[in-house]
């Protein structure tokens, strides 16, 4: 396996095809009906092309009993808008509604509202910045949060249109004006879910890489072992950042993460996160 997103694509749709040569069935439909434990889910995830599989994730996430809104987050504010784009196009193919449609369906509120507008937005993609917009915004984000009128339309219009480059520009901005960051003046006084989402959006967009290595540090950390986000992070991450990840999260917990995903798992599922996780060495 190679660390190289269309070599690994690649390398997938041989695997299926040889075994439907083999046993004369598809292998994700094969997979899709066997996903009782955490190793079939992890192959599965794996197995599927990258967009198909961010698809999958929206999907179970959203069908969860309380929807999973981090995971929508993460899709939304980490991928290019063209990938974003496709990934849409995946789930009203795959499962006959759209993805805005569902989130609507199984979300209310100010959540909801956000949640739409960053599936739905085209963030523009450009690496230009307006040093006046940035000062402006950071202000308006400021006041937002000063104010506590955190679902102010103009903070998910902000969040869920400017570029990567220009909010980063933006939360510098808001940093060296008011002498702290905008995701922990957030979260200063407590916070709802609705205050949460909007932290996990500016840390998804502001630095991904520091947003999944925390994300995995918790999930290996908590009482009973959070396989979904353990299997969500390496799977999705192998072929882009994991290697980064992982630096990162020796640095934070002077364990090296392969050491700590084989102490909290066991059998065949253990064998194939380190082996994702050895890959990237």
Known sequence: ?????KANAAQRYEIR??????????LIKRLESELSGDFEKAVYRWILDPIDRYAVLAHVAIKKPETDYNVI???SSTLSPEELLAVRRAYQLRYKHSLEEDLATHTTGDIRKLLVALVTTYRYDGGEIN?????S???ILHDAIKDKAFNHEEVIRILSTRSKTQLMATFNRYRDDHGISISKNLLDDGADDFQKALHVVIRCLNDPKKYFEKVLRQAIKRAGTDEDALTRVIVTRAERDLKDI???????????LEHAVAKETSGDYKAFLVTLLGEQD
Not at 1 to 5: G, I, L, P, Q, S
Not at 17 to 26: F, N, P, R, S, V
Not at 246 to 256: A, P, R
């Open 73 to 75: 987050v993460e899709i």
């Open 17 to 26: 095809l040889a075994y439907e040569g083999l046993y004369h069935e598809d």
């Open 246 to 256: 992982k630096e990162l999260y020796y640095k934070k917990n002077s364990v090296h």
């Open 1 to 5: 396996w190679v660390n190289d997103e």
């Open 137 to 139: 915004e950071a202000d």
């Open 131 to 135: 040093a006046k917009v940035a000062k």
